[in-house]
């Protein structure tokens, strides 16, 4: 009964401290108010309200809700309870990220004006916390969850101003904010709230609860192969260029595929992989195309990136997620490390090396779209590729240092549900 009281509590006072904020602060974008975005946004090369008539919106939503959602729906005890606490995560990430994006790209005048791009930008930053929850899934509680997606979402916001707008980082399907700072900021969470009695997790037996389940996988990597490749193309720089993000992640998903049906057999007593195992592999072939997406990696490029990312994403979890447990009391549920963390660094390192790459002679006309600053001159390509270098570490500590300060609030003893071996946090789930 308290557990749900506070969550009741807390839905209360987050959701009427939005209603006041969007009251004061967010109006309708005016005609004409692409120009409000930040550039390094790529939202100025387009009209701002013509974003909700291109596929790329719904696809993004899609993504979003049901991609993320059933990502976590193959865990035996928290499956039903994931879902819906992937469906509370979006209801309040997306209010939060429109005024937190807001007052640092859409404010003029001293209001935020909202229109499609900045749904697009909350649901990007929605995508961070989804894949942190990955990491602490079935040992927080909803107040926990809540708290943590407002943290999360506030140091997210900043991670991708500092990137995106201050070092002019080219990071379009976010290889670095989204997939690397989900990943980090969620692994430190899980180890600042380590729990020695849940020190044995399979994966394999928690797969092994039902057919239901199985489905639930089968759903979500159709999604993830639908409309991921419009998530990573979500904010390239104009609609007329060639769709080199929805192309290069798409040879990056299949070459991912084929390296788990290689490899899987050879690591696990099974002639084929389980669909979770196929679901992990499209996520990892997606993250690494994040940064380098549009970039001129060339179609066997992509091909390479995405079969490397696929290799290590089993290879991780037989051989680092025991290391990361053993030695460095990291409980990773989901295994975000291997599916998000590794790949989006795989995903960044690539994007610095074709960076340096970047000229006139290679990328043409799309070389003042990718790269605007080495174009006009104020940069060049070995600068840009610096800065894209940079922002790796730092990403990685923000991530660990927001981390860390939120699992240290989570810990707190007035958030924690009472001792229970059974699934309380499902239950309380469940009754919402």
Known sequence: AASRLRLSG????????????????????????????????????R????GFQHPRFRDVYLQVLLGFGLLVAFLGRYGPGSVALSILIVSFAIQWAILIQGFLYFFLNGKIHVGARSIISADFCTAAVLISTGAVLGRVNPVQMLLLTLLEVTLCTLNEYILLSLMGVSDSGRSLTIHIFGAYFGLMVSRILYQPHMDKRKREDQQDMGHQLDVFAVVGTIYLWIFWPSFTSATTVHDSAEPWAVLNTYFSLVASTIATFLLSPVLYEESTPRMVQIQDATLAGAAVMGMAGEMLVTP?????????AGLICPLGFKFFTPVLHSRLKI????????VHGLPGILGALLGVLLTLLATADTYGDRLELVFPLVAEGSRTAADQAFLQLCALPLTLLLATLGGCLTGAILKIKALRSPPNKGSLENTVLCEV
Request: net charge negative.
């Open 10 to 45: 807390l839905c209360f006072l987050l959701q009427t401290l939005n209603i006041l904020l969007f009251a004061v602060f967010v109006r309708y974008s005016p005609e004409g108010s692409s120009s409000l975005c930040s550039p390094q946004l790529n939202c100025s090369r």
């Open 300 to 308: 066997f490029g992509a091909l390479i990136a995405g079969f490397l």
């Open 331 to 338: 409980q990773d549920m989901c295994g975000v490390h291997n």
């Open 47 to 50: 009209n701002q309200d013509s």
